[in-house]
């Protein structure tokens, strides 16, 4: 027993000592509150005036214990940390690189031990005894901490259950646990409150993300409250992405993470692109990099067969999160292929491989490309007259010249524009220069033609040999006058064009 009492003797003999001779350096015992994980300052500031005249000029002449006094673990008191007269430091293990004093404001009289990160098992009294010359100034402190629980612990990731607590090293019966989720109170429907007032979420959502506040309340009618910032690691944007794409072109498919896994401490994510229907990916789709949120799958040339469901899988440690992403190939079949032919009814389908059922279809012709800026404004001012036609089919009953070119087939859903194809229209049979294809079902059209043409002008030369003694075919002539006013005309028109595009 005699160690013992001889402890019981010195402690109440350093109290009886610290009650006489410092009585009024000592600063009222203050209560601080930190949530583990965050950190926490313990105040002692001792104004100069107390510290003695001498001390201003020389506070180098200072030493400073922070101890700190056994509370719930019933340890002896121990040195915490140290500044003695010459500057030197001493810290003690358990919070060795957690502890700290700030050299520039020692000379100021502020004393405050600041601890950083705080864990739960730091809560306790706290003590620093300040030494000049003589005389032995301190300050009390009593740190109290709130445990904010996540299970399972973070990294906290989309669609997964979630269960949130708050203790605390207050000793006093717990009567009640209120959450508060952005500043408003969480409805109880929400959650699952358990004895101990933990709030449960069945899959978390990115809106669950955000500052979560507990408020304990206590026998002792004391509250506490710590507030938590929860990030939850998901995806950004929509959460069924469908990325639209012309036939023949490149796709880019969207995998970004909500957040760069580097800042939430995650060193190591793979991500895995596959296709849920067994298709086949170049280079197996696999990259890892914690230092870049978006891993984005770059297709160089897609077709119809690329079209359907592609999953990017994200693995941090061992949880995954996956995103379907859906390609669409738009795509142009002409109901005839190859060249088409002046003349021919043509009609252009445009169609997507996976329609969602609110998309809309415009057809446009568009100019061939301008060459020069002159040229860039008179092809706007032509798309301006022209009407957009809606729907996926484009019906060209009769092709002419002015049909040749580019066309463009758009979509269009409620949020915009989705993507477009184009469609380039080439027309044969136009230049004399070129001989005209025959196909066997149009051969005997065209030797009727042939024929008709030969006709036509034997009648003529005979109707101009006739002509001076009597007009014997007066409707012929007049059908001749006709045609070559309307190949005047056409011609005039086509002059206009010119101009038009000139100017
Ligand atoms: C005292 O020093 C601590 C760091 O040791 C600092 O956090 C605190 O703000 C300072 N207090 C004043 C009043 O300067
Ligand atoms: C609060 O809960 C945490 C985790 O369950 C535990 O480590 C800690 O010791 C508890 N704190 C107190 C003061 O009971
Ligand atoms: C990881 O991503 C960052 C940012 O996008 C990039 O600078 C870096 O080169 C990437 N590292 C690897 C190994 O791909």
Redesign the pocket.
């Known amino acids: 027993m005699r160690p013992v009492s001889l402890v019981l003797f010195l402690t109440f003999a350093l109290l009886a000592f610290n009650a006489d001779c410092i009585l009024p350096g000592v600063a009222e015992e203050q209560k601080v509150w930190a949530r583990a994980g965050s950190s926490a300052v313990l105040p002692c500031h001792l104004s100069p005036r107390k510290m003695g005249k001498s001390w201003k000029q020389q506070p180098d002449k200072t030493s400073v214990l922070w101890k700190r006094h056994g509370g719930s673990t019933h340890q002896e008191p121990h040195m915490v940390l140290e500044v003695g007269y010459s500057g030197l430091r001493k810290t003690a293990l358990p919070m060795r690189a957690r502890v700290s004093v700030q050299d520039s404001a020692l000379r100021h009289g502020n004393f405050s031990l600041r601890i950083d990160p705080v864990r739960s098992e730091d809560a306790g009294l706290y003590e620093a005894q300040v030494t000049y010359n003589m005389e032995v100034q301190s300050c009390q402190v009593e740190l109290g901490v709130i445990t904010v629980t996540l299970s399972p612990p973070s990294p906290v990731v989309e669609n997964e259950p979630l269960l949130l607590s708050c203790n605390s090293s207050h000793r006093a019966s717990l009567v009640e646990t209120r959450w508060f989720h952005n500043g408003r109170p969480v409805p109880t429907s929400r959650t699952f409150c358990s004895s101990h007032g933990a709030l449960s979420i069945l899959h978390t959502a990115m809106s669950d993300a955000g500052s979560w506040r507990c408020q304990l309340r206590y026998s002792d009618n004391k509250i506490i409250s710590a507030t938590y910032n929860l990030q939850i690691l998901g995806f950004d944007g929509p959460t069924n992405p469908v990325v639209y794409a012309a036939a023949g072109s490149a796709a880019d498919l969207p995998c970004t993470l909500s957040y760069l896994p580097s800042a939430l401490g995650i060193n190591v994510v793979t991500v895995h692109w596959s296709r849920p229907s067994g298709g086949h990916l170049q280079d197996g789709g696999i990259?890892?990099?914690?230092?870049?949120?978006?891993f984005h799958l770059r297709l160089p040339v897609v077709g119809p067969d690329d079209a359907g469901q592609y999953r990017c899988a994200v693995s941090v440690g061992s949880k995954t999160i996956s995103r379907d992403v859906t390609l669409a190939v738009v795509t142009v079949t002409p109901s005839i292929q190859g060249p088409v032919s002046e003349g021919s009814r043509l009609q252009l389908i445009c169609s997507l491989t996976h329609p969602r059922g609110h998309e809309r279809f415009q057809w446009k012709h568009l100019d061939s490309a301008p060459t020069n800026s002159k040229l860039a404004v008179a092809t706007s001012h032509n798309l301006e007259g022209q009407r957009p036609q809606m729907g996926p089919t484009l019906e060209i009953p009769h092709v002419s010249q002015k049909d040749m070119g580019t066309w463009e087939c758009s979509v269009h859903g409620p949020e915009g524009r989705l993507g477009a194809v184009e469609y380039g229209l080439q027309i044969t049979g136009a230049q004399v220069s070129s001989p005209p294809t025959i196909f066997s079902g149009q051969a005997t059209f065209g030797l009727t033609l042939t024929l008709f043409l030969l006709l036509t002008v034997c009648v003529l030369a005979l109707a101009l040999k006739k002509r001076a003694r009597s007009p014997a075919f007066p409707a012929l002539a007049g059908m001749v006058a006709v045609t070559v006013a309307k190949k005047k005309e056409m011609e005039e028109n086509s002059k206009e064009k010119i101009q038009q595009t000139e100017c």
Do not use: E, G, L, T
């Open positions: 990259s890892q990099n914690s230092s870049s949120r978006s």
